[in-house]
């Protein structure tokens, strides 16, 4: 990345590059900042503070169920000697899902971590490290899934096996465009290679104020707020709300008075949406993949009724190059 600035101190906010700068920039004066950039640059620290808690591990899905719908998707001869992961965050729960094939006897040789943040990637490898030692390889490369399609999978494959590839963490639902994604990510694989998913399904009427708890702590704030004062907002000048709207978990911060950003003056009552997480129904979840070039294997919805997991393999199709 060019004109790099990692710094490893929590308390400096700062960009992973000038393409990052001025990306993120741009964003905050249309008024709508993709959820990605919460974890880049000095954000991925905000980030790695929000998923160690309590509230954020609640949301997330089993890593049992995960594995054992993988496991019991019924395709035939599933190889899990090679595993990717795309958005693995801060690693915590790359290692739980990891450990559970372990401990079912199917821990992978080889792990492959993408991310569109180079230091969150750094805070996944180390934690994954730590966590399973030198039992399986690791790598990782620098991906936006959002971006493009990528030949990274096809020159680290190492043989002529299919790869599981993951989307763990609802990563999925906090996508600009998911559908756009899942197409860029078929477009780096082939035909049969096999892609596990778990997604939050919409909030049942009645519930949003218990289900919104983890979005009312000083962790989440800082984390979503973290892109803004990297521009050079100040937080005490932003007023944040956060609403379920429309089946979408929307983090909304208004300017309290005039600003100026990158050389841009934004005005008192400027709005910057600055998170974006949506829900889904099952039938959404299936007509999402199948447009996007997959054909679903297995689906399993947790006993709470919040998490659907998606086992989906790729279709027939142009193969990447």
């Not at 778990?198 to 009645?206: A, C, E, T, Y």
Request: overall charge negative; glycine content about 10%; proline content about 4%.
């Amino acid at each position: 990345m060019d004109d790099v600035h990692l710094l490893d101190r929590h308390k400096d906010s700062y960009f992973e590059s000038s393409r990052h700068r001025t990306a993120l920039i741009e964003s905050i004066s249309t008024g709508a900042v993709p959820l990605k950039f919460a974890y880049a640059g000095s954000a991925a620290f905000t980030h790695d503070r929000y998923a160690e808690t309590d509230s954020y591990a609640d949301m997330m899905a089993s890593a049992a169920a995960e594995s054992d719908t993988l496991l019991h998707s019924g395709l035939a001869d599933l190889d899990l000697d090679e595993i990717a992961e795309v958005g693995p965050g801060n690693g915590r729960h790359s290692v739980a899902f990891l450990g559970q094939l372990a401990a079912r006897g199917r821990a992978p040789r080889r792990y492959l971590a993408m991310d569109f943040s180079q230091t969150l990637l750094g805070i996944a490898e180390r934690r994954v490290r730590d966590g399973l030692g030198p039992r399986m390889r690791l790598d990782t490369e620098v991906w936006d899934v959002e971006e493009c399609p990528t030949g990274h999978l096809e020159r680290w494959r190492s043989g002529g096996s299919p790869v599981v590839v993951c989307l763990l963490g609802h990563t999925l639902g906090n996508l600009e465009d998911p559908n756009q994604a899942l197409r860029h990510l078929a477009d780096g694989l082939r035909t049969g290679d096999v892609l596990l998913a778990s997604v939050l399904l919409r909030i049942p009427p009645g519930s949003e104020d218990s289900a919104m708890t983890a979005y009312r702590t000083d962790a989440f704030r800082s984390a979503v707020l973290e892109p803004l004062l990297a521009a050079g907002l100040d937080p005490s000048d932003l007023d944040l709300r956060i609403g379920y709207d429309d089946n979408a978990v929307v983090g909304e911060a208004t300017l309290c008075r005039d600003a100026r950003v990158g050389g841009t003056e934004l005005p008192r009552g400027h709005q910057i949406r600055c998170f974006l997480s949506r829900r889904f129904t099952g039938d959404e979840v299936v007509r999402l993949f199948s447009e996007s070039g997959w054909s679903i294997r297995a689906i399993r919805v947790d006993e709470t009724g919040n998490h659907m997991t998606v086992v989906a393999a790729r279709k027939q199709g142009s193969q990447c190059p």
